[in-house]
């Protein structure tokens, strides 16, 4: 389906409010190596007794974990109430959406520059479903559309220096885990927006917050550097349409992002598109996979050692 914007779409300033919202606070919970199941910790901070009858939930050997998990849930949640009475953190964005098609493992976008190619990766191990994938999979051969889309939180690293004169290591590291849940909550409200407004391909999708976070939509958007597209180079490329500093993101020479808290990655819109892991790859894929970046094999084993 054409999208209802084609081209690139630039927002500042979005609302924090309506992006804290989307935080998977899961993850935010695995960044400090707490993994137990806490979906419903919002229940144990009201009250004394709430508090009790939720840690009784938990086996014993749990629940001092489960009581630190607390206070860092109170610690977060005021930290945010913060952040978003004194506007202390501003979230910019961008996306790229247009005309796209595949030549085998490759996503060619067309752009007002020409065309744009976006190599990828192909498992070679297949999937439980018996599949070697490929993201290229998921567009057609030709007339068909995919998208691209950065997110980042701006101020983090000013209030992190600012906690770190005070000596207060812990707030410090409190910010900046909770701006990383913030750029992927902003990624998630993005994508929201994009599959009903931007590209509008599923107008009438009617889900709760808690069902996005599953991925219970049609769609997907694979980030840079992740399992699906491991190559962080690719992120050199997409920021000819994405125009990073337009919304205040540079670059490093090996293709991490500043801000710290910015997520870039492609969108799909295919009903079957699906996320997976490519895994290992052989030389030959190597090889292949260089020549079509146009690089050296010694260039592309620095960027797919993980794969190698």
Not at 44 to 60: M, N, P, T, Y
Not at 243 to 255: H, M, P, Q, R, Y
Request: proline share 3%; with cysteine.
């Amino acid at each position: 389906m054409k999208p209802n914007k084609i081209g690139h779409i630039k927002l500042t300033d979005i609302k924090l409010r309506e992006i804290a919202t989307f935080i998977d606070w899961k993850f935010f919970f695995h960044a400090w190596r707490l993994t137990g199941k806490y979906d419903d910790i919002a229940t144990a901070c009201d009250c004394i007794s709430c508090r009790v009858g939720w840690l009784q939930k938990f086996d014993e050997k749990d629940r001092a974990k489960a009581e630190e998990a607390i206070q860092l849930f109170k610690d977060a949640q005021e930290m945010l109430r913060d952040v978003l009475d004194g506007n202390l953190l501003k979230i910019n964005a961008s996306v790229y959406l247009n005309s796209a098609y595949s030549i085998e493992d490759d996503i060619i976008f067309q752009t007002e520059d020409g065309e744009l190619k976006i190599p990828t990766l192909r498992q070679q191990h297949p999937s439980t479903d018996g599949f070697c994938y490929s993201l290229a999979d998921f567009l057609a051969e030709k007339n068909d559309y995919a998208g691209a889309f950065a997110t980042t939180v701006l101020g983090t690293e000013e209030m992190a220096e600012k906690f770190e004169k005070e000596d207060d290591v812990y707030r410090s590291i409190l910010v900046k885990t909770l701006s990383d849940r913030l750029a992927e909550a902003a990624a998630e409200w993005l994508h929201w927006k994009v599959r009903k407004e931007f590209w509008g391909y599923a107008p009438n999708e009617n889900l709760s917050v808690e069902d996005m976070l599953k991925t219970r939509f049609q769609g997907i958007r694979p980030a840079v550097g992740y399992p699906s597209l491991p190559d962080q180079s690719i992120i050199f490329e997409l920021d000819k349409i994405l125009k990073f500093s337009e919304i205040d993101i540079k670059l490093t020479e090996n293709g991490a992002m500043f801000p710290n808290a910015s997520v870039c990655g492609l969108y799909f819109a295919h009903p079957q598109s699906k996320y997976f892991m490519v895994g290992a790859i052989d030389e030959n894929q190597l090889e292949d996979y260089a020549r079509r970046k146009g690089k050296t094999k010694k260039e592309m084993r620095k960027w797919l050692a993980a794969n190698i």
